[in-house]
């Protein structure tokens, strides 16, 4: 059963960071773009930045440029690095194969993000 699990959320103070994780079993993320998710609470769910097949990197939100990195490793993951965080930032997380929401694909379940002093 193909299935993506993120991890990696927490509570964080204003400034910090968090890498989160998008880890793929039952298929191959190497074909696969991967965008990377948020929604917070009473809000839609928005892309924040997606990692095409290639590599190549797109910033859905600009509100994340010099801050949010993607990134994809040998074992199936793809990690989402969050630098200077903040209160803004607070939502829950989710990675899909796609892009734009709303595309059909695989989602994981999501992880929460609170950045709070």
């Known amino acids: 059963q193909p299935q993506l699990v993120e991890s990696g959320g927490g509570l964080v103070r204003p400034g910090g960071s968090l890498r989160l994780s998008c880890e793929a079993s039952?298929?191959?993320?190497?074909?696969?773009?991967v965008g990377w998710f948020r929604q917070a609470p009473g809000k839609e769910r928005e892309g924040v930045l997606c990692?095409?097949?290639?590599?190549?990197?797109y910033y859905a939100d600009s509100s994340v440029e010099g801050r949010f990195t993607i990134s994809r490793d040998t074992k199936n993951t793809v990690y989402l690095q969050m630098n200077s965080l903040k209160p803004e930032d607070t939502a829950t997380y989710y990675c899909?194969?796609?892009?734009?929401?709303?595309?059909?694909?695989?989602w994981g379940q999501g992880t929460q993000v609170t950045v709070s002093s």
């Open positions: 899909a194969t796609v892009c734009t929401v709303g595309l059909e694909g695989y």
């Open positions: 039952g298929f191959s993320l190497d074909y696969y773009a």
């Open positions: 990692s095409s097949s290639g590599g190549r990197t």
